[in-house]
DNA sequence: TCGAAGTGCCTAATATAATTAGGCAAAAGA
DNA sequence: TCTTTTGCCTAATTATATTAGGCACTTCGA
């Protein structure tokens, strides 16, 4: 028999594109072993199991969200990188709702540590210098905008705008305008 | 023998409780039927099968959420009605995870629209009068706010703001008057 | 080039979960 | 009391996760 030649990063791989097409909930040992034509025990030598593989799923989608957004933000300052950060995340979400699904797991202290979980936080800062914000300020500021996409996003994805005329997208551009306006006059203590 | 009572709301309600104990992943028909001393089976009578026991959760948490929020709402105006909304939504989220969780579940569209998806809208819509938004502005507003919350407690909950000594509740209240600053200086077209 | 070691995938077995079909007994109504 | 309905059960099927142990292919040293 011909070796399906499997490997960690290739079943990991072949998870994240099954969770992009039949959702983070559909990844199943089963699954990736049906894809590769393989038996389930076979995949048991690559991954420690379900849990393990759908982690390595999370880190990837976040190491992937994290080269996106760093391309995105490149050369950029200002509203411009606001915009572009944000832009650039949505669309991850939108392309990959799989992965970015995952990326909503909860990872074991050392593995959320070894991820890109921490470029996040050092893009937003990065993109936040064109705003005169001090600490504590930044960081809060990196909380709101984070949490702000992150809920657009999932907000959008279950359908949570639709019943309303006004687009996700119009809205989405005048909430950047808000939160530039927050940075740019932000509430004195 | 003693029949065990079942009820599609007591299954419902166990199913929640469940849901906040071991989160909602583990609401399973199983899981929910050991705890009433009844066969798997049983239980098909009372519910359609886990998604509809699921979807049922959700219903349930929108609209418990829902009468928190009002409670807190009532007589109020502002940013004191802001703030209120705020600290109850994220109190819910964090008394009942399982129950905040479902929520996020993608609900058919009939069975969203008898929710109590529909009040969270009114009621923020409601919130949003002592600031003077014309629509569209007011719909963008109302979007950025529900993303901001549900954002911000999921990126707590998933340990997101860990890797700083800022505490989330410092940055919470931050975040609520940086979002009452924008209300209240909404950006021009 | 041959043989030892290691690796890759398999078979087999077990446990848990979801779901359907059909049955008997308890409760409710005439 | 007799009948109907309803509630929970048994039994069977299917899918998934996971472990243990085996055989064959690959690779690498001698």
New interface residues.
């Given amino acids: 028999m011909a070796r399906a030649g499997l490997t960690t990063e290739r079943v990991t791989l072949a998870a994240a594109d099954l969770a992009d097409e039949v959702g983070f909930e559909g990844v199943a040992v089963s699954a990736v072993a049906r894809i590769f034509g393989v038996k389930d025990a076979s995949l048991y030598s690559h991954i420690k199991g379900v849990q393990d593989l759908r982690a390595r799923v999370a880190v990837l989608a976040l190491a992937e969200l994290a080269d996106q957004v760093a391309a995105a933000l490149a050369g950029r300052a200002g509203k411009d990188a606001l915009v572009a950060f944000a832009n650039a995340y949505r669309a991850y979400a939108k392309e990959h709702p799989g992965r970015y699904t995952a990326t ?4 074991e ?1 050392e593995v ?1 540590a070894a991820s890109a ?2 470029r996040h ?1 050092a893009m937003t800062r990065a993109m936040l210098r064109g705003y005169d914000l001090a600490e ?2 930044q ?3 990196v ?2 905008l ?7 996003v ?2 959008e994805r ?4 639709q ?2 005329p ?1 687009t996700a997208d ?2 989405w551009a ?2 950047l ?6 940075l740019n ?3 004195p ?1």
């Fill in positions: 909503q797991m909860q990872l202290p959320a979980a921490g936080a504590p300020d960081t809060d500021a909380r709101l984070h949490s702000a996409f992150h809920g657009y999932l907000l279950t359908g949570g705008f019943h309303t006004r119009a809205s005048r909430t305008d808000a939160l530039d306006a927050v006059n932000w509430p203590v």
